[in-house]
């Protein structure tokens, strides 16, 4: 079965990094997209980002395009997101998620990922 464990998040002053990690396993994850999603307190989860595994196209929310970036190492089947000059409104959890996608470019919806990780909370202060 397919399980994905995101590590790397934490407590982190405004204007900080935070590289986080999605250790996939489970399957061969050819032909699927990895996302990240975030939800804070009180609000919706929201996409973040998202890569595809075989072509490695991307896909970013507004809100973080150039701020934050999504990569893979397919060898150790991880995905990252690098985030970069963290700002309070970044706190929220962050989860990984993966699913089919047999084309570019990568989803933005929840729903196309059936596969989710448990979270990992990012916390930033200012």
């Known amino acids: ?25 489970g399957r061969t994850f050819s032909n699927y997209a990895m996302g990240w999603f975030r939800q804070a307190p009180g609000k919706e989860r929201e996409f973040v980002a998202a890569i595809t595994w075989n072509s490695g196209i991307t896909a970013y929310a507004d809100s973080v ?8 190492d397919n060898a150790k089947n991880t995905v990252y997101l690098q985030m970069n000059s963290l700002k309070p409104e970044d706190t929220a959890v962050y989860y990984c ?16 990922y059936p596969y989710w990780g448990q979270g990992t909370q990012v916390t930033v202060s200012s």
């Open 1 to 25: 079965q397919v399980q994905l464990v995101e590590s790397g998040g934490g407590l982190v002053q405004a204007g900080g990094s935070l590289r986080l990690s999605c250790a996939a396993s």
């Open 65 to 72: 395009k150039g701020q934050f970036t999504i990569s893979k």
């Open 97 to 112: 998620a993966a699913g089919f996608r047999a084309s570019a470019p990568p989803a933005r919806v929840g729903a196309s």
